[in-house]
Every structure is written in C-alpha cells, then in structure tokens.
C-alpha cells in the first residue's frame, strides 16, 4: 500500500480512490485572490518549500475580523473538487468566513496527495506544513481574518496533514476536523504508512499525545478542539484511526477517554463529546454507521444540509455543517461558554407534538432546541413544543442556552421519546443493491445506491453489493449488515 506514495506501485489506499469515479478537476485559471464568483487562485504567498498551490474563496463583502478555514483535499482530487463538494464554500456564504483550499500535485505524490507520512514534508518548519502555514498568513493579511480563529481540516491523506498541522501548529491552528484520516505523526516514513492506514499501532493514549507534544516542544496549550469524522465500513483507512486519534487529542487535552455525553445524528451517525475539565467539549468523534472511505456531505436547502455527492463526497451527513457548529463559525464564536441545561424530559406527547422542559441556565437569553442534531426552534424559556412530528416514532432532543451576545452555549445530553399512536413495526429486507432499489426500499446516484430515508451509502448499483436494510419507521430504512432483528 505505502507504493502509492512515490513513484512505485499503486498501494491499497491508492486502488481504492481510482476504482471509484474519475474526480473531475477543474480548471483554475489564476481569478481574483478575493472573489465570490468562484475560486481565486493567490501567489507570492511565501517560500512554499512544499511546492503547493494556493485558492481561496472569500464571500462578497466579506468583514475583517472573521475566521478563517483551511480546507485540505484527498488524493486525486483537487482544490476545486473540494471547494465544490465538500460545502465549506456554502457555510463560508452562510455564516461569513474566509476559505483557504491549499492543493498539491502530482510531482510531489503521483496520486496527487498530502505527504502526511514524510516528516521532512510534514513537521513544523518544513516542507508541505510550512507552505500551509504561509498560506494563512497570507489569508489573514489579505482579508484580514482572525488569527486566533483559523481552522484546519481535510479528507483522507489531506485529514493525515491536517491532524499533522494540529500538531505542528498549535500555536496558528483553533480547531481541526479530520474525515477518514489519521493520527498525527502516525507515519514518518513512507515504508510505515501501511500499517497506519489498515492496522491498530497499539499505542497506550499517553504514547499518541506524545507525539503531538513532539511536534512542538514546549507548547504548554491551548490545544486546538479537534473533530474526528469516520465511517464504521471504512475499508481504506481503518476505523480504528478514529479510536486512536480520539485518545490522542483527549490525551493531549488531559481529558479521560470516556465520553461526556453520546448523541444520535442523521445518516446514522453517533457524536460521543469528550468536555474539557470546564466541561466544554474539546474532542467530538462522529461515526457514520456503514459508511465507507470519504467526506460526509448531505445535499439539500435545510439547515443541517451542505456539499454535493461525488466520489469520495458521500451523502449521509454534513460533516462541515456540524463542525462549523462546534468551531462556533455560526457566530457563537465561544461556543461553551454557556453551561449546558440540566434536567432535559420529555414532559407529555400526542400523535404530532413533545412537549420538553428542562432547568433554566443563569446567564441564558434563550435556548436553541435540536432534534436529531438538527435545529428545529427556539425559546425564550425553559420549556418548548416540538411539533410535526410521525405518529407512533421515537425522536431523540437536545437543548443549548444562548447568551445574550447570541454565544451558543455547550449542548445538553439527549433525551428520547415517542409520540402516541399506531407504533410502526420494523422490517428487514436482505437484497443486492439492484433490487433493493428496484423494491423502493433505496435509490441510485451517480452510480452507488443510498438508502431511502437516511441516505446512507451501500455502494455500488449493481446486483453483486447485498446489505441487509431495516425500515426504522414507514420508508426510512438503514443499513443493518450487523444483525437485524424485526
């Protein structure tokens, strides 16, 4: 596997990126540094000893004083590919922020990828680290971003570079997210990146946050608050990464690696939070349940939705959306600083509605309520009415009390219940993916198939990929490989 890093053979991780569809890569023409048409390539921003090339995206009329995202793409794809699907530019429109798409090539990497793995590329002062760092200071300087709130985040080898940066630049570096990636400093040479990608390292947690507090000694904190996106079917970097990169940074946090609190998310994703000894949440790891090697995204107009679906953009979940929520890029900004409420209940139900209550927090101007990680109202007290709701379905609620500078405070543990009425009985259905389609039970895109309701991934359209499906409620099945009982 490790092949694919130079110029010999094309390892696993690399078969598996060229066996999808071709990534289309568009052509960036030198636009504007600064343009809300599209994506502006920007030179002269330093030394760039690691021979990368700089786009940026900036919202018209874009403040200063903004944050700032670093946006680091997979192997084979391109600046423009992430800038197209991943939907950091949308939430950049959005919520008002600046994004910094670094890209390499195939002189450096034959694949086109992030040398997570070389630490003559990948350490601090040097080589591809250094040329991304240069990049954000030419950022700030040019649109006048906040240093003290740029983030960095990538995909697959770009999520290695990212957890890499984190490390090496605690000092530039806020947050970081890394979707399907791995711990920093997990490789230094190519020959060990392998056993990275496929297999356990079984090193204790202090052992992973010392090689984060080797990558700049003398850094005493802060630590950057750190995402950790993975799916559960992950073939091509296994999901042990996610395991081992959530007892690096908690480690380095000086936090256990037991969760604060768990959370059900859309696209069959489970958010465990592990808070900070002030008990704002410093780590969140999000496993997508059956999904395999790629960036979650979740096309569509509502709140919780963002990207475009494509090879290695798989549709289940926003991963930008939720991790721009925990950075605070929705203009919470010290999101946390709230306490979260005590006391969530559901307090009474009807076929279409839940009544919640919970305890008032001091400080709070109101209160944001989520359903199923989604935000479905507000209130300016400590009680709120879902409403909408299917008969007979269970939901999942939680609530955040909001400080009257409009500071998101930190998110309470969930609450469950179900609303009155005929209780729908769950049903499994064992198929090809062809049939499963043909059935209605799922729908094709683009050549994979996806689970009607959750929109989980069951790759390739074909009669040969067979998965067990489980309608949760009417038409809203999920992937249930694992066992299914009816």
Not at 57 to 81: F, R
Not at 361 to 381: C, D, K, L
Not at 392 to 416: E, F, I, L, P
Request: charged share 10%; with cysteine; proline share 5%.
């Amino acid at each position: 596997m490790a092949g694919h890093f130079g110029t010999g053979r094309i390892g696993h991780w690399a078969k598996a990126l060229l066996a999808g569809a071709v990534l289309t890569a568009g052509v960036l023409t030198g636009a504007p540094q600064a343009s809300a048409a599209g994506l502006g390539q920007v030179t002269g921003f330093g030394s760039n000893p690691g021979n990368l090339a700089m786009y940026s995206y900036v919202p018209s009329g874009l403040a200063t004083g903004k944050p700032l995202v670093v946006a680091l793409h997979g192997c084979t794809q391109t600046a423009n590919d992430y800038y197209g699907n991943s939907g950091w530019a949308q939430l950049a429109d959005r919520w008002g922020f600046a994004v910094v798409f670094p890209q390499t090539n195939s002189t450096n990497n034959m694949l086109s990828c992030f040398s997570w793995f070389d630490s003559s590329k990948d350490t601090r002062g040097k080589g591809e680290a250094l040329s991304v760092k240069q990049m954000v200071g030419k950022a700030v300087a040019l649109y006048g971003s906040d240093p003290s709130r740029v983030y960095v985040t990538g995909l697959s080898a770009g999520a290695g570079m990212a957890a890499d940066l984190l490390a090496d630049y605690p000092d530039v570096f806020a947050g970081g997210s890394i979707a399907s990636g791995l711990p920093a400093q997990c490789a230094t040479t190519q020959s060990a990146a392998s056993g990275c990608q496929n297999a356990s390292q079984n090193l204790t947690p202090a052992q992973w946050g010392d090689k984060v507090r080797a990558s700049n000694p003398g850094w005493a904190g802060p630590w950057p608050r750190v995402a950790i996106w993975h799916g559960s079917s992950d073939t091509t970097v296994a999901p042990v990464n996610a395991t081992e990169l959530r007892d690096q940074w908690t480690n380095v946090w000086g936090i256990p690696q037991t969760a604060s609190a768990t959370q059900s998310l859309p696209g069959g994703t489970t958010l465990s939070v592990y808070n900070d000894s002030a008990g704002k949440p410093a780590v969140q790891l999000y496993s997508v349940s059956g999904m395999g090697h790629g960036l979650p995204v979740s096309p569509g107009s509502g709140t919780a939705n963002c990207g475009q679906a494509g090879a290695y953009f798989l549709n289940t979940i926003c991963s930008s959306y939720y991790t721009g929520l925990f950075w605070g890029l929705d203009g919470s900004g010290n999101n946390g600083q709230l306490p979260a409420p005590g006391g969530l209940s559901v307090t009474g139900t009807t076929d279409s509605t839940a009544s919640l209550s919970w305890n008032a927090v001091p400080g709070a101007a109101s209160y944001t309520v989520y359903r199923g990680g989604a935000q479905v109202g507000t209130s300016a007290g400590a009680t709120y009415t879902d409403t909408g709701l299917t008969a007979g379905t269970g939901y999942a609620w939680t609530v955040a009390a909001v400080d009257a500078n409009g500071a998101v405070g930190t998110v309470s543990s969930a609450v469950t219940g179900t609303t009155t009425g005929s209780v729908f009985t769950p049903k499994c259905y064992t198929d090809n993916n062809y049939n499963q389609v043909s059935a209605g039970r799922a729908h094709q895109s683009g050549g994979y198939a996806y689970a009607n309701g959750s929109n989980q991934n069951m790759g390739l359209w074909n009669l040969f990929v067979v998965h067990t499906l489980k309608e949760t409620s009417a038409g809203y099945f999920v992937l249930a490989d694992s066992g299914c009982t009816a």
